[in-house]
Every structure is written in C-alpha cells, then in structure tokens.
C-alpha cells in the first residue's frame, strides 16, 4: 500500500510477496494456509476418502509445509468426511438452513450458529466445523457373520445417522462415522450368533431395532444418532443355499401333492354322493314301481274275484284257463328246439282236464271247492302255511359251538351278531377295573387285550403299578401333551409320561403361597413319580421353586434344568430382563445339589447368573461328586464367577463337560480356567464360545494349558477374540504328539493368513483330530481350509467305528446317557 501507484513491480515477486504475506498471518492466527499460483488461481483440493479408514485424505499444498498444516478437517458431509478448505471469516456469516458452524476462538471452543446472518471478530473467531443436520444414508461394508448353527453368512447393511449435537460431533470422536460402522459390524456379527440361520431371514426386525440400540448407546456421547438400520443382503454359503433352494422346492412339492390328495378326495366323495343319490333314486322308483304294480294287480284280482263269485263265474274261468293252456302248447316249438310233451298230446281234451285240475288244485281256488267238479275239496284244498324261523334255536346252537384254533376272530359285524364270553368278560372287566384293579391269574394275551381298551382317565398311582405296555403310555401322553419325543425321555413313553406330568404340577405349584393340602399333593405326586422319572425340565417363575423338596422326594433324579421365565403360554412378547434365577433360587439349588447323590446333570442355561450367583452355585457344586455335566451358558457370568467355576476343575473333580457359552468373561477369567485345566483329569468337554472379550492372550493361556491336560477331547472357543498368539499356541498344541484332543472349534476369530498356514501345517501332523471348525475366519484362505477338511476327514475315516482312539475315549456324551 505505500508504493505509488506508478512504481514498476514484477508481477511474479508481487504475487510470491503476497502469499508469503497470507502465510505468515495465517501461521499467526492458526488458520489453514491455502497456496496460490503465480496466476493466483486457488489449487484444487483432493476428495478422495482412505479405504483403509474412512478418514477422508487431502492433497499436499505446494508452498506449504504438510506439517505445518492443520489436522482439524472441515466436514461438507457426514457420510463421506470430505476435506476442504476452512471457510473464511470476513466478519459476516450466512448459514444455511439445515446446517450449524462451529465457532472457536484463539483455538478453544466459542460457540455454535445456526441458520441465518451472524457478525464474528475476523482473526480471532475461526469456523472450526460446519456440520449438515439432515439424515443421510451409510452403507456398511459386507462382513462374515456365524450363526448360531455354526454357519458361515456374508452380510451388510445401510445406517441413517444424523447429527444432533455439533460439539459432540466435532470434539467428542475422530472420525465418527468410522467409530458407526465399526460397531454396527461387531453388534451385527454379536447378534447373527445368537440366532440359528434359519431364524436370520425371519428375524430382521429384530437384529435392525438391536443394533440401533447398541449404536445409540455409544454414539450418545459422539453427538450422532442413528435412526435406524436396515440389513440389506444376507448371503448364506452356496452349499446352503443349494439345500435351502430344495428344501423350498420340496416343500412346494409337498404342497402340490396335499392339494392333488385333496382335489381326489373331494373329486372321490362327489362321486360316491353321486353314486348314493342314483341308488337311493333307483330305488324310490322301483319302490314306487311295484306299489303301483301291486296295487294295480290287487284291483285286477278284485275286479276278477268278484265275477268269479257271480254264478257262472268259475265255468267262465275254466274255459278261458283252457284257452290259454292250449295257446301256450301251441308256442311250446316255437322258442326252443327241446321239447317236453305230455304223454297223451294227442287228446285235447285230456290236456284240458289236465289244466282245470291245476286250477283247482291252487290254493288260491281252494275257496271255491264247494262248487264241486274239480275244486280241490272246498276251503279245505289250499296247501297248508310254511312254519315260522326259530332264530332262537339258531342263536343258542351258535353260541354252544366251540371255536377251532385255527377259525379267524368273530368279526362285530352282521345280523345276528353274537359276541364270544371271552369278550363279554374283557370288556366288562375293563369297565369295573377301578373297583378292582388287578391283573392276578390273567394270561398275558388277556392282560394285553384289557389294556388296550382301558381309558387314560386311571389314577397315575394305580396305572404305574400295573400297566408297563408302551402303548398305554404313548396313547395317554399324547392324549395329555403336546410334542412328545421319547427319545428325549430313555426312549420310553412311560418315562416320559411321568417326567412330564411332574413338570407340569412343579410349573403350576408355587412354594411360597401354597396351602398345605397342595404341598402334599405335589410332595406324594413326586414320592410316587420318582420311581419312573429321572430327568425333568423345570420353567417357572423366580421363587416358586422348592428344589430341596424336589430332591427329597425325587432321590433318583439323574438330570435337571431349571428356567427362571413364564411358560409357553403367554408367548414371546415380555421383557426377559424382569425374570432370571434370584440369588435366592440359586442358594435353594446350590444347597440341594449338595447333597443329590445321583444327579449326573445340572442345567441352568439362559437365568441371568451373574458373578455371584456363579459363586453360590460353585459352592454348592464342591461336595458334590456325581454331578458330570454344568451348563451355565447364555448367562451374565464375568471373571469373578469364571473363576469360581474354575475352582471345580481340581484335579479331583468328576465334571466331564463345562459349558459357558455367550457368557461375559474376559481374559482373567480365560486364564483362571487354564490354570484349573492344566491339572484336571476328568473334563472332556469345555466351551468358552461367544465369549467376545476373551481375547488373544486369554486364548493362548487356554491353548497353553491344554498341552499339559490328557483328557480334554473337545474345546470350543468360537468368537473369542482370538488372534496370532493364540493361533501360534493352537499349532503347537495341535502339532504335539498323542495328543487327546478329537474336536477344536475356533471359527469367527481374527486369525491372519500367516495364522492360518501355521494350522494347516499343524494339523497335517495330526492323527487323532476329527473336527476343526476355522470358519468365519477372514484371514484363512480356501486352500489352507480345504487342506484342513481333508486331513480330518481321512482321521475320521481311520478311527470310524472303534471306541478308543490314541489312548482315550472319542466319545464321552455316553457319560450323560441314562440309559447307559
């Protein structure tokens, strides 16, 4: 500004003069510094986001310093974080609607403005952030998710976000719209483990309103809300979408063949009503026909009696008899040429003496006798009537004649029918067999024909004792219950019945405001049932359990599970959060178990045990020395209770499968639980799936101790968090040699492509291993996997059929079999 106006300047040092100039009071006020060309023509920033991060990158400026430049970057959109330049403050700002400018001044924080005019301090008041509030649409990248079948689906999603707090937004997270999709990827894989594959297609409302809350609990404090989200494509394995192709086209079939079955029965039924309509038509008219006949011919006989009766009548007659007899001798040649004459057919008048003979002969003319000639002896020469049917003395002569061996059964069908004594007595005895229930002096055919017509109304105490046919008891609980599975119950319906009913009175009986008449009810009911039963399936509501009465009764009982939630009946539609064991109820359980000598199974999968829960039902455990199997899965337990369970692996312990499954346990948990398998010498099963937080080293501690460990047959740490230390320990364990373990299952992890070289060559080395299971693992290739497949296959085929394999038992669930 000093110079004249007329002093000779160089165009080039004039514009390098003024933008050392901007340069220098943009360092001083700490704004981005934008270089200019000689021709002082702003350069173009680049747009393009990094694939690796979401964070959208800018290109270096020339002239300037990259360092030097700011690393606060100025958001046009939520969705894409583009770079450009911060807007510049002349001291009037216009902002649009749908949009707020972050204010700061000398580099804190000042205010926010929304839409309309404001007046700001130029080179102390800089935009920092201008922030869009409308809604936009984020597609989140596919990913491979393992359901809870243990199948492996590619799945992805769009997320609606949008802004509601811009000083959250601007100093609350990084990058913000990375931080969503990251946790909408794990919250989505969380909840595609907990269902099956098949309930993944049905239940998409259900996993978009869980993962908006998830995402809505953390990005609360990122000044973000997500709106929703919507699962966009689900894409199962070929192999599975092969079966589920046939499955659908089986189940057409299925559908086309009832609605054929249909159409013939329908088509079969109308032509029986078609075919009973024409005989009963047929027949009405025939009926009709021969009334109209009869009465017709009654009339005629009338009409011909009465002339008959008039004087002249029956000379009449005889004259017109002979007549016709003589007329139809005539046509006796004419219709065949067999003939039977009469031994005088040559004098007429023989013949017709002949036919007035057989006119008076008739009883019919026996009535007209009395007019003498050839009457027949008056009223006396009708032939005399036959004698009536005795069916009486038929039914008798029936009923005395014995049956042969041999004669087929007497069918209930027919007139008359007469039912055997035999049958008579069956069925009379079933009737009365309440007033006397007793199969004493009773072949076993008759004891077998009795049950089977007995009803299913008989007192449980009386039926137990005397009734041992399976068809008895498989008609009576399928006449009681729904869905009856034997196999379920030691293959037997009597058993099933009986486990069963005892369910059904514990889930109606509440303990603490029952009346003693009911206690004793279910008390004697359980006394008596304790005989037959030996596994039951408890659902009842929090403290309405009487466990100790339950083991008092039931000393048999080999098996119990227990769910603290409302029954079947009142559906789907409640908040599971409000039901769940009480310490109470576990305390209860805790104290009987202690003393249940023959319980061989405790279940409490799904109560909302937490960590001290998971401490009193480990002290109750302690003195037990029956119990083989421990379910506490889907749970709250966290490594407090990891811990007190691990407890129970002493290398005294009789517990031969553990299972923790989608519990909260960490990597201090994890390794407790090592530290307990590494001296255990009875756990042959154990299972730490879905535990997400128990990360690379809590993995590698488990893997570790499993190479001092010689029983465990079959580990499970799917979803774990797991990684290369883990993976490195997996192959050493699994490279050992006469190692036990028959089964590992380690799909859903962060195992790397290195990782998955070192398994596959692990395993090659393997002669015992049936089943490894490294799906869902994105770091391990198709050939490393296909390598795998193949080596356990060919173990498997090696050690098919025989019971011990290297040493030890390849199966150990016959432990748990009742029948065993």
């Not at 649409?137 to 199948?151: E, F, H, L, R, S």
């Not at 069925?427 to 076993?444: G, I, R, V």
């Not at 968090?721 to 364990?733: D, K, N």
């Amino acid at each position: 500004r000093g110079r004249s106006a007329h002093a000779p300047i160089s165009s080039h040092r004039s514009m390098r003069s003024a933008s050392s100039a901007r340069a220098l009071l943009a360092r001083a006020s700490g704004a981005r510094v934008l270089a200019t060309t000689p021709s002082n023509a702003a350069l173009p920033l680049t747009l393009a986001s990094s694939a690796n991060d979401g964070v959208a990158s800018r290109a270096p400026v020339p002239g300037v310093d990259v360092h030097r430049q700011s690393r606060r970057e100025y958001n046009t959109s939520l969705s894409r974080l583009a770079v450009m330049r911060r807007p510049v403050n002349y001291g009037v700002r216009i902002v649009p609607e749908k949009s707020v400018v972050v204010i700061e001044r000398f580099g804190k924080f000042h205010t926010t403005l929304g839409a309309g005019i404001h007046l700001l301090v130029p080179l102390v008041d800089q935009i920092a952030y201008v922030w869009h509030l409308k809604e936009e649409a984020i597609p989140v990248a596919n990913q491979t998710a393992v359901t809870k079948d243990n199948v492996a689906i590619t799945i992805d999603g769009v997320l609606y976000v949008k802004v509601v707090d811009p000083f959250k937004a601007s100093y609350g997270v990084e990058n913000p719209i990375y931080a969503l999709s990251q946790l909408a990827q794990t919250t989505m894989r969380s909840e595609i483990g907990k269902i099956s594959l098949d309930k993944t297609f049905e239940e998409r409302d259900h996993l978009n309103a869980r993962i908006v809350q998830t995402i809505n609990e953390a990005a609360t404090s990122w000044g973000l809300e997500c709106m929703r989200y919507e699962i966009r494509d689900i894409v199962p394995p070929t192999g599975i979408k092969v079966a589920m192709e046939m499955q659908a086209e089986a189940e057409r079939r299925k559908r086309a063949t009832v609605l054929e079955s249909e159409a013939d029965r329908e088509s079969e039924v109308n032509r029986a009503e078609g075919a009973k309509t024409k005989v009963i038509l047929e027949a009405t008219a025939e009926a009709e026909s021969i009334k109209v006949k009869a009465t017709a011919m009654a009339e005629s006989l009338a009409v011909v009696g009465g002339q008959l009766m008039e004087k002249g009548g029956m000379e009449a007659a005889r004259v017109r008899v002979a007549e016709l007899y003589l007329k139809e001798f005539g046509n006796i040649a004419k219709e065949g040429n067999t003939v039977l004459l009469p031994a005088d057919a040559g004098n007429p008048a023989s013949m017709v003496a002949q036919a007035m003979a057989a006119m008076g002969a008739t009883g019919g003319f026996g009535g007209f006798g009395g007019h003498g000639g050839l009457g027949g002896g008056g009223g006396g020469g009708g032939a005399p009537q036959a004698a009536a049917v005795d069916y009486a003395a038929i039914i008798a002569t029936k009923t005395a004649m014995p049956r042969l061996p041999d004669d087929p059964p007497v069918a209930r069908t027919g007139w008359p029918y007469v039912a055997q004594l035999t049958e008579l007595c069956i069925e009379l005895f079933a009737k009365h067999f309440n007033a006397n229930p007793s199969f004493e002096s009773l072949p076993p055919d008759v004891v077998k024909r009795v049950v089977d017509i007995l009803g299913a109304d008989l007192p449980i105490e009386t039926a137990g004792e005397l009734i041992d046919d399976e068809s008895y008891w498989e008609r009576r609980a399928v006449a009681t219950f729904s869905r009856c599975d034997p196999v379920r119950h030691g293959r037997s319906w009597k058993q099933l019945f009986f486990e069963r009913h005892c369910e059904a009175a514990i889930r109606a009986h509440d303990a603490t405001n029952s009346t003693a008449e009911e206690n004793d009810a279910l008390a004697r009911l359980l006394s008596y049932a304790g005989k037959y039963a030996r596994a039951l399936d408890v659902v009842c509501l929090p403290g309405r359990f009487d466990a100790k009465m339950l083991f008092r009764r039931m000393p048999w009982l080999a098996s119990l599970g227990v769910r603290y939630k409302p029954g079947e009946e009142i559906g789907m539609g409640f908040d599971k959060s409000l039901f769940g064991a009480s310490l109470s109820d576990v305390k209860a359980i805790a104290a009987a178990v202690e003393s249940a000598e023959t319980l061989l199974t405790l279940d409490l999968a799904g109560n909302l045990i937490d960590d001290e829960k998971a401490r009193v039902a480990a002290s109750g455990l302690v003195a037990n020395r029956g119990v083989l199997r421990l379910n506490l899965s889907r749970n709250l337990i966290a490594d407090a209770g990891a811990r007190a369970i691990a407890r129970l692996l002493h290398p005294t312990s009789v517990l031969a499968h553990v299972d923790l499954t989608d519990n909260k346990i960490r990597e201090d948990g994890a390794r407790a639980v090592a530290a307990a398998l590494t001296t255990n010498a009875s756990c042959a099963f154990f299972s730490l799936r879905l535990n997400h937080s128990v990360g690379d080293a809590g993995g590698a501690a488990v893997f570790r101790a499993l190479m001092k460990n010689t029983t465990t047959q079959q580990i499970n740490l799917a979803a774990c968090s797991l990684a290369s230390e883990s993976a490195a320990a997996l192959a050493e364990l699994i490279a050992r040699p006469r190692g036990t373990l028959i089964s590992i299952d380690v799909g859903a992890n962060d195992f790397s492509e290195a990782d998955g070289k070192k398994l596959a060559a692990a395993v090659k080395t393997n002669d015992v291993l049936r089943t490894f299971d490294v799906r869902g693992c994105p770091g391990i290739g198709e050939k490393e996997m296909e390598a795998i497949r193949e080596k356990v296959e060919a173990n498997a085929e090696a050690t098919e059929g025989k019971m011990y394999g290297a040493g030890t038992i390849t199966e150990p669930f016959f432990l748990i079999d009742l029948n065993t």
